[in-house]
């Protein structure tokens, strides 16, 4: 069920909380964060590709869930790891 657990480890990485400086795209449910607003900003190297992510608040919520129950996260992916720990289907 944990979605981590089968993923590489990034080749470099960088994470912090930000403050919107316009607004953005939360990566994982596609919600705009505001001008202003707080959110978890990932930078880095995986699989060849420099890539970012933007996280709102309640989605980074749902990731420090993840993060104690299955000792990490993947970025693009939390709704869905969540949605298989809720029903337990997963082919979601």
């Keep these: ?3 981590v657990g089968d993923a590489d480890p990034w080749d470099v990485y960088r994470s912090q ?3 919107a400086a ?3 795209r939360c990566n994982e449910c596609r919600r705009t964060i505001a001008k202003g607003e707080s959110h978890h900003y990932a930078t880095g190297l995986y699989d ?3 890539q970012s992510f933007r996280m709102c608040e309640q989605c980074e919520q749902a990731a420090r869930w993840l993060q104690v129950a299955c000792s990490g996260y993947l970025y693009d992916a939390v709704a869905e790891d969540l949605a298989e720990h809720v029903t337990g289907d997963e082919s979601y």
């Design 22 to 24: 316009k607004d953005y």
């Design 1 to 3: 069920m944990c979605m």
């Design 17 to 19: 909380t930000r403050r």
């Design 48 to 50: 060849s590709y420099w």
